[in-house]
Nanobody
Framework: QVQLVESGGGLVQAGGSLRLSCAASGSIFSINAMGWYRQAPGKQREFVAKITSVGSALYRYSVKGRFTISRDNAKNTMYLQMNSLKPEDTAGYYC??????????????WGQGTQVTVSS
């Protein structure tokens, strides 16, 4: 099927930066939309950013201007550059990818999550 591996999380002070990566592998024919979601303890998972196959990006209002989503189609990898981080950005960050498999099925896959902690 499809495997997603996330990396890049960690502990950073407020105002700092982190770059998350999400690499997809497996029975991939093409990758459609790719996105990032986050979930803080005791809260529901929320949308952060999304990028289409042609590079159009959409952001959650609270991260617009601070976060930048991008993708490298040759590497089946998506990135989230997070600048000017705030304590309220603290959460587990999950990548979500819509894939057309080599069998021409459409799969909606989730990564295992990577923790981002921003100290004040």
């Amino acid at each position: 099927q499809v495997q997603l591996v996330e990396s890049g999380g960690g502990l950073v002070q407020a105002g700092g930066s982190l770059r998350l990566s999400c690499a997809a592998s497996g029975s991939i024919f093409s990758i459609n939309a790719m996105g990032w979601y986050r979930q803080a303890p005791g809260k529901q998972r929320e949308f952060v950013a999304k990028i289409t196959s042609v590079g159009s990006a959409l952001y959650r209002y609270s991260v617009k201007g601070r976060f930048t989503i991008s993708r490298d189609n040759a590497k089946n990898t998506m990135y989230l550059q997070m600048n000017s981080l705030k304590p309220e950005d603290t959460a587990g960050y999950y990548c979500n990818v819509e894939v057309t498999t080599t069998a021409r099925d459409t799969l909606d896959s989730w990564g295992q999550g990577t923790q981002v902690t921003v100290s004040s």
